[in-house]
């Protein structure tokens, strides 16, 4: 499992200047000596104590005919799975019928689970124009059942999703399904390839918020495409 972990950690503004003010009647190699001994013991605290707090992930993986969503809670033990599944809208004909149903159902989601975010899958890759117009209506109105509770949004390239969780980019469906199993150790139906791709894009934006640093150079996202 590739766990992203936080290259440094962070002190309040507030205590570094308490410790050093606290620093200022001992001499200069004393002062380093000690400053030294107390980074050393904030390097033993665990990034998930210092960074961690607790919060609702939801990820969607859009689509018009299945839509899968999945829902882990994060707190200082790392994530846990809470609830996955999919949306079955083949049985719709009316395209804009299955808009107004994916809108209905995430918010139905969003009330009963209280998400602090929500992640979704960027459908901006495809040889199919029509198929990524389509996806891109699904995320549209799943993100917009998002932003009318107020809820933060995020976005990730699949690549990037597959990356954080098998670290292959190319990773197949049911690589990635493995690997949630077990990242959140539970079984899973992988009949609900759907849900576990929306499992897979929650855990990548957890990673994310944990370390930062792990998209710099990356280009699957809206705003550089």
């Not at 139906?189 to 897979?200: E, F, I, S, V």
Request: hydrophobic share 45%; glycine share 6%; charged share 20%.
């Amino acid at each position: 499992m590739l766990m992203a972990r936080c290259s440094s950690h962070i002190l309040s503004t507030a205590a570094l200047s308490l410790f050093q003010e606290w620093l200022q009647p001992f001499s200069r190699t004393t002062r380093r000596q000690t400053a030294s001994r107390f980074l050393r013991f904030f390097a033993l605290i665990p990034d998930s104590i210092i960074l961690t707090r607790e919060k609702t992930i939801l990820g969607i993986d859009p689509g018009t005919n299945i839509l899968g969503y999945g829902i882990i809670r994060v707190d200082s033990r790392g994530p846990h799975y809470v609830d996955m599944g999919v949306f079955d809208l083949r049985k719709i004909k009316d395209p804009f019928e299955k808009l107004a149903n994916i809108f209905s159902g995430v918010s139905e989601l969003i009330e009963e689970h209280h998400p602090d975010e929500l992640a979704v899958e960027s459908p901006f890759y495809g040889k199919n124009a029509q198929v990524v117009l389509k996806l891109g209506r699904a995320q549209g109105a799943a993100l917009t059942a998002a932003v009318m509770k107020g809820i933060p949004v995020a976005e990730y390239a699949p690549r990037k999703a597959k990356i954080a969780i098998c670290g292959n980019g190319a990773a197949s469906k049911e690589q990635v399904a493995m690997m949630i199993q077990k990242t959140l150790k539970v079984d899973l139906d992988p009949k609900y390839l759907d849900a576990t791709d929306a499992l897979a894009i929650a855990l990548c934006h957890h990673y994310q918020m944990s370390n930062p640093l792990a998209g710099v150079g990356c280009s699957s996202d809206w705003k550089k495409f």
